[in-house]
């Protein structure tokens, strides 16, 4: 499960990269300052939740079972979470009007939070 857990925050964590320079390159040019900055949003959430990612993934003091929820809450959250915005944030670029998934955002949010909230359960329930 670690190794499955580390390769998605590294994945993560490379797509953040590589969508912050597209954000930063070649939509500099076809965005609003406004929809860039929500691009962004996206971005860093993503690369906040790799980081996560690779912490839960190389501590071993978090059970399996938490792992594997935190695991799968990060997961669809970041889908959920990041890639709306990153449709929403390029709305203008497309004839498709993405504005009818905007309430994926929120629940990815909440997933997101979940998986924190599991990793706060699982230290404050942990037997010393």
Same mark, same amino acid.
């Given at each position: 499960m670690d190794k499955k857990?580390? !390769?998605?925050? $590294?994945?993560?964590? +490379? &797509? $953040?990269?590589? &969508? %912050?320079a597209f954000g930063a390159h070649a939509l500099k040019k076809v965005l609003s300052l406004e929809e860039l900055s929500t691009f962004e949003t996206g971005v860093k959430y993503q690369m906040y939740h790799a980081i996560f990612l690779l912490f839960? %993934? +190389?501590? !071993?003091t978090i059970t399996q079972k938490a792992k594997k929820i935190? @695991?799968? =809450?990060?997961?669809? %959250?970041?889908?959920?979470f990041s890639g709306s915005i @990153?449709? &929403?944030?390029t709305n203008s670029l497309t004839t498709f009007?993405?504005?009818i998934i905007g309430f994926v955002t929120p629940?990815?949010? &909440? =997933?997101?939070? !979940?998986?924190?909230g599991v990793l706060l359960l699982n230290y404050i329930n942990k037997k010393s």
């Open positions: 857990i580390i !390769s998605t925050g $590294a994945i993560f964590g +490379m &797509l $953040a990269i590589i &969508l %912050g839960i %993934g +190389m501590n !071993s935190i @695991y799968v =809450l990060t997961l669809i %959250g970041v889908i959920f @990153y449709l &929403l944030a009007d993405f504005k629940i990815g949010g &909440l =997933l997101l939070i !979940s998986a924190w």
